[in-house]
């Protein structure tokens, strides 16, 4: 029972009380906002780009071409890939609940290419049933007036502005190219917009960052009221450009204090926490967790990161889950990381992810 689960999750999985207790209101928050079904789906769009790499980053991201050419081809194959997606919602009566844009950093594509990638997932991908469109513009560096407006006119109701961190010395030391500054326009921007939901990320643990320090970035995220807040716990992969290094002054019992941090800014602001997930290398062994204020939790988050609804994944590096009827089983299918592999072989991996619904050997 959810009463005695947390205590079930202590002896069986020695899990701490706090952990144990959190799993299971968010597991039952969850089934209040997204009950399990069957044929509700969520779709993510991956554009594997970005202006920098961030010297913590571990996605299969490149730097943006600059030629205009290089983006609308690019584009050529998204659109190919979605009109295959669309086959399949017809096929097997999909119910389309979320659709989100992501990456790398979809905003870096130029005016013309974003303002393409965004109508194109209107035409094709916002069907009746759509209660969410989300778009990742986490890098100010590359958000303008003009793509808020193409995300406005296109029906995007969710947007992502993530600073990391509220310093510029340390966005200066993990390769990002803008300021804080620059965060505080493009969060403006969006507030004065008529997109309703506002997320916000940080990360614990960036490099030469001291406790006061993310502290003062909680607190500034706190002023400014968003309507999501996501805590990271810094994770390194060996794909990042510090693993290996001494990349964090906190201590593990630092970073646990500052996740709690997290979670008493995030009441304060009238948010309950509604996923949470783990990975290797994280400092501390600790998680990252999203936060929402009433009525603005992220349906794709929970299908994606829960894997009780289906996923389809369009893009480099995107991943398509779908779970069986037994409730214990995933089929899922990685789309290639590397973008020639990916246009190379389209229609293969789109017949490839068709059969994860014909029950067909690959």
């Known amino acids: 029972s959810c009463d005695e689960l947390p205590q079930y999750l202590e002896r069986h999985y020695l899990l701490p009380h706090g952990q144990a207790q959190l799993l299971t209101e ?22 594997p780009f970005c202006p920098t790499r961030c010297s913590y980053c571990s996605f299969p991201s490149g730097i943006v071409p600059l030629e205009e050419e290089l983006q609308q081809k690019f584009l050529n194959f998204i659109e190919q890939d979605m009109l ?27 005016e013309t290419a974003f303002a393409r990638l965004i109508a194109l997932t209107a035409r094709h991908l916002l069907l009746p049933g759509v209660r969410e469109f989300t778009v990742e513009a986490g890098r100010p560096d590359c958000f303008s007036a003009e793509k808020l407006k193409v995300m406005e006119a296109c029906g995007v109701n969710r947007i992502s502005v993530n600073p990391q961190t509220l310093h510029d010395k340390t966005l200066k030391a993990i390769g990002r190219s803008h300021t804080v500054q620059d965060f505080y326009r493009s969060y403006d921007l969006v507030r004065h917009s008529g997109i309703k939901t506002v997320n916000t990320d940080l990360i ?31 994770t390194l992969k060996k794909s990042a450009p510090i693993f290996g290094a001494q990349f964090s002054s906190l201590t593990a019992e630092d970073a646990e204090a500052l996740v709690a941090y997290g979670g008493e800014t995030a009441a ?95």
């Open 26 to 47: 968010i597991c039952l928050r969850q089934r209040q906002l997204l009950p399990a079904a069957e044929k509700q789906v969520g779709i993510y769009i991956g554009i």
């Open 204 to 234: 614990i643990g960036l490099p030469g960052e001291t406790a006061d320090d993310v502290r003062a970035s909680l607190d500034g995220i706190r002023a400014l009221a968003p309507d999501n807040l996501t805590v990271h716990t810094l």
């Open 84 to 110: 295959t997606v669309v086959q399949l919602l017809s096929m097997y009566s999909l119910n389309v609940t979320a659709v989100y844009i992501g990456g790398g950093t979809p905003t870096s594509l130029s």
């Open 268 to 362: 304060a602001m009238g948010m309950l926490p509604y996923y949470l997930y783990r990975q290797h290398y994280m400092l501390g062994n600790l998680a990252n967790i999203g936060y929402a204020a009433s009525g603005s939790a992220s349906l794709y988050n929970i299908q994606m990161m829960e894997e009780r609804h289906v996923v389809l994944g369009i893009g480099p590096a995107s991943a398509t889950k779908v779970p069986q009827a037994d409730g214990h089983h995933l089929k899922k299918l990685n789309m290639p990381k590397d973008i020639g592999t990916y246009t190379g072989n389209l229609p293969q991996l789109a017949h490839k992810r068709s059969l994860l619904f014909a029950d067909e050997e690959e």
